[in-house]
């Protein structure tokens, strides 16, 4: 039987948010039906990001100081998994809100830093995440191709016990795309 992908990306957000939990804190709720979908795109969007910063070792601290336009490199990134971790609820009429993902991600991916600085990367984010969104070059295409492909590897194989790979083999990948962004960000 076909799970809905709604289900599915409700899971993996259950079973992420599991992994991150100390052991003194509360284990998650279980009722995947006490689950938002949009939510699950949002956590998932922010937590993907954070584990491909740590794969590709860059340093949001240090780049905060030294390179400031990185963060917003990190919201575009945020931005796009989110769209890829969104595109099959439409198969189920659920429509993604970009206007409030983009400020949860920022408040998620950069926790802590003024209100000026979040509008600045997330206003820049959105211009990055568009100017990837529209671009016509092979190598743009090919990056939102791999990207999207990635998103979807992910939910399956965290969800499917049938799927040959598991989540945490197809996370280092994540950081792989994540690297190509910073270094296509760092040459303009």
């Not at 890829?84 to 991916?109: C, G, R, S, V, W």
Request: proline share 4%.
């Amino acid at each position: 039987m076909e799970i809905q992908y709604s289900k599915r990306i409700k899971l993996m957000h259950a079973l992420c948010l599991a992994e991150t939990l100390r052991d003194d804190e509360a284990k998650p709720i279980i009722d995947l039906n006490d689950y938002d979908a949009l939510a699950s795109a949002d956590y998932l969007s922010c937590y993907v990001t954070f584990k491909a910063i740590q794969a590709s070792e860059r340093s949001p601290m240090a780049e905060r100081t030294e390179n400031f336009d990185m963060l917003s490199v990190y919201q575009a990134y945020a931005l796009l998994t989110y769209a890829f971790f969104t595109t099959p609820l439409a198969q189920e009429d659920i429509t993604p809100n970009f206007q409030t993902a983009q400020i949860t991600i920022a408040k998620t991916l950069f926790a802590g830093l003024p209100d000026a600085e979040l509008i600045e990367i997330i206003e820049s984010g959105l211009n990055k995440f568009q100017l990837i969104a529209d671009a016509e070059a092979e190598h743009w295409s090919e990056f939102r191709e791999n990207l999207d492909k990635l998103t979807v590897a992910f939910v399956v194989a965290g969800t499917d016990d049938e799927s040959p790979h598991n989540k945490e083999e197809v996370l280092p990948y994540f950081g792989q795309l994540l690297s190509q962004l910073c270094e296509a960000f760092e040459n303009v």
